[in-house]
């Protein structure tokens, strides 16, 4: 892992869990990595956790062990309530001691309250030890507003395209800004959104259209866009509505956000580290036809991207 101590970087990410769907550890994954969806974000003296998948866990140790005896205080910010995004916080190491701090922040679900998304999961029988019996100070945040601050960062949420509620979300540092849209499906192909709606396919299309807009101008001008893009465009095909983007889809969107590099993420459990270094290299060529010069990177668990520098590290 390359040193960031040398010119301390604005800010600095780190991938600790980049799979969708459902955790794969393998000989195979070793690269792009077998945790579900975990980023963390050190800017402006605030510790940011995107998303509980299972990368979290390793995320805990690393922080117990850099901090010590001195209180962890972190803010994690939850996209959504599938699985692969809250799974690995009943084993986030620092929540079980009562020096630290934990203030979560979401919105709530389809049918379900922020606080139910993170509470319900870790009780009788599902796991035996309760939310409240954590002995960190937690403070589980309903987000009502789509824009806030925490510290010195603001943020920006949007909702996305994926089934029931999901958003996405953009921090503003003082080294860029960090888009984080872990799950997102392309409008023009499927509208979540009208689902159950009794809408003519002309105000599916107008609504697709709108929103699709709405995200563009949310994204534009990131430094940093780490952006769904579990599929290749032939299995998208097969997987319309699933709620998940392709590679083509994913570098049009970076391209016409105007962003400067584009982070290819929430990998495929059914894709190896090979497939993913493919695919990473066809939105490449993608970028190279459209003669911009969008940086793309497949996100790698245990790299890092250092915001001045905005370059990826070798794990
Ligand atoms: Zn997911
Ligand atoms: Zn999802």
Redesign the pocket.
Known sequence: MRSVSASSPSARIKFWGTRGSIAVPSQDTLLYGGNTTCVELRADGEIIVLDAGSGIRPLGIALDREFQARPIRLSLLIT?A?WD?IQGFPFFKPAYDSKNEIRIFGFDGAGATFREIMTEPMKSPFFPITMRELSAKMDINKLNEMKFSLGKLDIHAAFVN?PGV?VGYRILTSGGSVAFLP?HEPYEFFLHAARGKQLSPEQTKQIAADQHAALVQFLRGSDILILDSQYTDQEYERHIGW?HGSISSAVSLALESEVQTLVLFHHDPNHDDEMVDGMVESARELVIKSGSDLEVAGAQQGSEILLEAKKIAAA
């Open positions: 959504h599938h995004h994926h999901c799950d709620g």
